[in-house]
């Protein structure tokens, strides 16, 4: 069965840094990008980024350069969405999801259960 | 730069047919998919390439796509499909994939 497992929920207070990790088991991880799309409380999915594990191709959200980092290690098949200084406005549900195979298979599926963050003082 | 447009919410009784609209710029061109959200729970791609039903999904959905209009279709609605749906598209000119703003269907 293909499945994403993300970590688990996150606290912090304003200014901390934090990686999430998203697990992909099932299928060959390094040929198969993953995104992370963003979900803040009530409102819709916000497309933040993707990288392809093979050779760490990485692509962001113009809204989201700069402010998060993603990452991946191959070798035991996660993917990572990272912080150095969070905000407030970064309380959120993340989620990861795999892009389909071919090169014009634009779709996700599965996705990840989500990493809830919530950044309070 | 590329917008999709989706009615906030849908309401409609069991049994009957919902149709959920994605509104777009020649979304006709494009290859449209939609995922259902329910509560507290992740996106599941029920709809992809337009019109496509991935394994697993029932045949009571279905999608179009013509002109400026993507339309997701629920037959014999059930209290079970009460969700958050989202259709997306993959914006050329930013090169990223775009989603709209989300309908939530309410099943009467």
């Known amino acids: 069965e293909v499945q994403l497992v993300q970590s688990g929920a996150e606290v912090k207070k304003p200014g901390e840094s934090m990686k999430i990790s998203c697990k992909g088991s099932?299928?060959?991880?390094?040929?198969?990008?993953i995104g992370w799309v963003r979900q803040m409380p009530g409102k819709g999915l916000e497309w933040m980024g993707i990288i392809y594990p093979g050779d760490s191709d990485t692509r962001y959200s113009p809204s989201f350069q700069g402010q998060v980092t993603i990452s991946a290690d191959k070798s035991i098949s996660t993917a990572y969405l990272q912080w150095s200084s969070l905000k407030a406005s970064d309380t959120a549900m993340y989620y990861c999801?795999?892009?389909?195979?071919?090169?014009?298979?634009?779709?996700?599926?599965?996705w990840g259960q989500g990493t809830l963050v919530t950044v309070s003082s | 730069s590329y917008v999709l447009t989706q009615p906030p919410s849908v309401s409609v009784a069991p049994g009957k047919t919902a149709r959920i609209t994605c509104g777009g710029n020649?979304?006709?061109?494009?290859?449209v998919h939609w995922y259902q959200q329910k509560p507290g729970q992740a996106p599941v791609l029920v709809i992809s390439y337009d019109t496509d039903r991935p394994s697993g999904i029932p045949e009571r959905f279905s999608g179009s796509n013509s002109g400026n209009t993507a339309t997701l279709t629920i037959s014999r609605v059930e209290a079970g499909d009460e969700a958050d749906y989202y259709c997306q598209v993959w914006d050329s000119s930013r090169d990223h994939p775009l989603f709209g703003g989300g309908t939530k269907l309410t099943v009467l």
């Open positions: 999801a795999r892009r389909g195979s071919g090169s014009h298979d634009n779709w996700f599926d599965p």
């Open positions: 099932g299928y060959s991880f390094t040929t198969y990008w």
């Open positions: 020649n979304i006709g061109n494009k290859n």
